[in-house]
């Protein structure tokens, strides 16, 4: 695949995108540039850039695939990509435009046993998508739960998951991730 591609996938999705650098066109893609959903394509493209450490052309790549899709961390202190940015050959800049406000994520460590909640507002009327990935796919029980405590989607496991839905009203919502396998398990969280 083509960085092409999933630049300009990133930009339809966001509202679309003007392109520049020519060259950039015969680079290698990360393997998530078919996902149509910025939440998933960003769980993806952590959980990539995260397996190509020690080659930093392709971490700059993912780098800035996650650039143009605009996220940004849940909690700086926790966040992999400002290490990842110091390994990383970033590529000549694209020219874009999209959404003013593109969609958080969050690292984490799931020891056996352990539940994470996070508690999160969504807008009424406007889609809302929840995506989960893990590195080793480990299989992480994923629900996203309504005020009553009621699924939003069907409980399942978050091997590389997505939530999607349009709640009537604004409100909180509680994104769960538990881990009742027997190792602990690393996971990405994004949040669109």
Not at 43 to 65: F, I, K, N, S
Request: glycine share 6%.
């Amino acid at each position: 695949m083509m960085l092409k591609s999933l630049a300009l996938s990133a930009c339809a999705i966001l509202a679309g995108c003007a392109m520049e650098a020519p060259e950039t066109a015969r680079m290698p893609l990360p393997a998530s540039a078919r996902l149509p959903e910025p939440a998933d394509a960003v769980a993806q493209l952590l959980v990539e850039a995260q397996g190509v450490q020690d080659q930093p052309e392709r971490l700059g790549m993912a780098l800035a695939a996650l650039d143009a899709l605009g996220a940004r961390p849940l909690d700086v202190a926790d966040d992999p990509v400002a290490h990842w940015r110091t390994r990383a050959q970033m590529p000549r800049a694209m020219a874009y435009r999209g959404r003013v406000l593109g969609p958080a994520y969050k690292a984490g460590m799931l020891n056996p046993g352990d539940t994470v909640r996070l508690p999160q507002l969504f807008d009424g009327g406007r889609a809302a998508r929840v995506a989960v990935a893990t590195a080793d796919k480990a299989p992480l029980n994923f629900t996203v739960l309504d005020r009553e405590a009621r699924p939003v989607c069907p409980p399942a496991k978050a091997r590389s998951r997505e939530c999607s839905w349009t709640p009537l009203f604004s409100g909180r919502f509680e994104i769960v991730l538990s881990n009742s396998s027997d190792s602990a398990a690393g996971y990405y969280i994004v949040i669109d």
